[in-house]
């Protein structure tokens, strides 16, 4: 079956230090992962899916995500965090199971704060 | 905003009331999706609709009735619910429903059962 884990809850980063937020994967075949942001007391917003190709992926407000065949990772990662990076992350992978293919599975979600 | 709108974005119901929630995307996509995204847990798919036919239903209890009269409008209607059915309710669509399909979503539904 496929799944996506995100390991840590919430992550604490300095305003203009470098982000990362982790995801590991356990997909059959060439996946496809993807990365949604939430802010608070709204819908998930797509940042950035990885399909095939290069292993760095960039997104949008200048996040990028690094694809680790070796590791079945997907980590998201952005150079300067802003204060404005707070929000909820989620890794997501489609659901291959019988017909299902368009859906997507969800991590658990990761908190970012990003203090000034 | 991502081309998807639900309405009403916040309501309040009893338990014996009935509601319906809404949700229209101006994509041109043809699979739509509820969520239910509760504090604590992870998101849950909840129906799945492609081409205006339901693909899937995640063991969802029949107090959620959904309804997709078209590939643009999706309602989700709401009777004899329970507190613990308070939580966000999202809304999403995709161009095919497809594996690789991105999905995008709606702003949610805040519901709180009283």
């Known amino acids: 079956a496929q799944s996506v884990a995100q390991p840590e809850d919430q992550v604490n980063v300095a305003e203009g230090n470098p982000l990362t937020v982790k995801c590991t994967y356990s997909v059959s075949g060439n996946p496809y992962l993807f990365w949604y942001v939430q802010y608070p007391n709204r819908g998930l917003q797509f940042l950035l899916k990885?399909?095939?190709?290069?292993?760095l992926v960039k997104g949008s407000y200048g996040f990028e995500a690094e694809f680790n065949k070796s590791q079945t990772s997907f980590h998201l990662k952005k150079p300067s965090a802003l204060v404005s990076d707070s929000a909820l992350y989620f890794c997501?992978?489609?659901?291959?199971?019988?017909?299902?293919?368009?859906?997507?599975?969800f991590g658990k979600g990761t908190k970012l704060s990003v203090k000034p | 905003e991502t081309g998807v709108t639900q309405t009403p974005r916040h309501l309040v119901m009893g338990m014996t009331n009935k509601k319906s929630l809404k949700c229209e995307q101006h994509l041109g996509h043809n699979a739509m999706y509820w969520y239910k995204q509760s504090a604590k847990k992870p998101l849950e798919l909840m129906f799945v609709y492609n081409f205006k036919e339901q693909t899937e239903n995640n063991s969802v209890p029949s107090r959620f009735s959904p309804e997709c009269p078209n590939s643009s409008h999706l309602f989700l209607h709401l009777h004899t619910l329970q507190p613990e059915d308070s939580a966000l309710y999202l809304c999403?669509?995709?161009?095919?429903?497809?594996?690789?399909?991105?999905?995008?979503f709606g702003p949610g539904t805040r519901l709180t059962v009283l």
């Open positions: 990885y399909i095939t190709g290069d292993n």
């Open positions: 999403a669509s995709s161009p095919l429903g497809r594996e690789g399909d991105t999905q995008y």
């Open positions: 997501a992978v489609p659901d291959s199971v019988g017909g299902s293919q368009g859906n997507l599975i």
